[in-house]
């Protein structure tokens, strides 16, 4: 049965893992609105956890037919994958003597705050740029999926568009919006977000404010939340232990400072994520000072990855120019 971290929240018989789980849900718009397939069991004494699916890579055709003649016969083209489920997350520890001075349920709170704020970090950073390749702990994310494929949008240095000021921003709002338009198009269907750093956003903002495209809406915890043509404009912050944006700024041919903008359809059929049968995605453990030892840990953990089903479920598009050339 797939389930939302919100629909998990609901087996959890604990007011402490009730709150963890609230805690990533409500600073992530990504674990509040992806669906986790929980299907996931430990095979060969606990030492793999492999999701197996078949992603769609080609789309079914139809045609007319002359009586008595057959229909030429026509496949979608299919490709099968396997991920394998990641542990992350993080631990602190206090010394009991903290205890035994007052204010150890704000250190707790604080330290525990914490922890879940990096663990949603690394895993913003790993739907986006994990390569289970160059980082065997890791899930391979959206950028590894879509590199080369046909959602792969305005690639090359000839295509770069600029938004550096507010007169190229204007400038260019136009083309862009025309190439952004065709390339939602071509997806399987209407998008649950757009997703890239700050700056982009922040010009994703700009231009659909002033073209008439912007709106604005209140998720269940009261966070305000652009969006163009009502899909979502998520920025997905910083790494965690970083400044660094999840959606790097880089150089391309002579162009520095450029960036993409990730497009997903969070669904079953479409881009999702997974986690293991009977057991909450999100799970904590607070200190226990009622045993020996002078430090005592506390953790917040998860086992994940994503999965995306079809090619066209999902899409990035490159080459945008954000931060000005230094000089």
């Known amino acids: 049965m797939a389930v939302t971290l919100e629909q998990a929240k609901l087996d959890v018989q604990d007011a402490l893992q009730m709150g963890v789980i609230d805690e990533f849900r409500k600073s992530s718009f990504l674990l509040d609105n992806l669906t986790f397939d929980d299907c996931v069991s430990p095979t060969g004494g606990g030492a793999t956890l492999t999701y197996g699916y078949t992603r769609l890579i080609t789309q079914p055709t139809a045609a007319f037919r002359a009586v008595n003649t057959e229909y030429v016969p026509q496949e ?4 099968r994958y396997t991920v394998d489920l990641k542990v992350f997350g993080g631990s602190f520890q206090i010394d ?7 204010g150890i349920v704000d250190e707790v709170s604080l330290q525990m705050s914490q922890k879940i704020k990096a663990a949603k970090s690394l895993f913003h950073n790993t739907v986006i740029n994990g390569n289970s390749t160059a980082d065997e702990n890791a899930f391979d994310g959206l950028d590894v999926a879509l590199t080369g494929s046909d959602t792969e949008w305005n ?13 190229n921003i204007e400038a260019n709002a136009g083309k862009f919006l025309l190439l952004l338009n065709k390339a939602l198009k071509k997806l399987d269907g ?7 750093n700050g700056d982009m ?5 700009y231009i659909a404010k002033v073209t008439g495209k912007y709106q604005e809406t209140k998720d269940e915890w009261g966070t305000n939340v652009s969006t163009y043509n ?4 998520i920025d997905l912050g910083a790494k965690c232990g970083s400044n660094d ?3 790097k700024t880089e150089t391309l041919g002579s162009y520095a400072g450029c ?4 497009i997903a359809r969070f669904a079953l059929d479409g881009f999702h994520a997974i986690s293991m049968a009977g057991v909450p995605p999100v799970q904590s453990w607070l200190p226990d000072f009622t045993t020996a030892g002078s430090l005592k840990t506390g953790e917040v953990e998860m086992v994940a990855a994503v999965a995306l089903k079809a090619t066209k479920a999902a899409g990035v598009f490159r080459g945008l120019k954000v931060v000005p050339t230094a000089g």
Do not use: C, H
């Open 76 to 79: 979608v083209t299919k490709q």
């Open 96 to 102: 009991r003597v903290i205890s035994n001075m007052g």
């Open 155 to 167: 690639t090359g240095t000839s295509k770069i568009i600029d938004f550096t000021t507010t007169v």
């Open 190 to 196: 209407k998008p649950t977000a757009i997703m890239g």
């Open 201 to 205: 956003i922040s010009v994703l903002e």
């Open 230 to 233: 009502w899909i979502p404009l």
């Open 245 to 247: 944006d999840v959606v």
């Open 259 to 262: 960036t993409s903008i990730y």
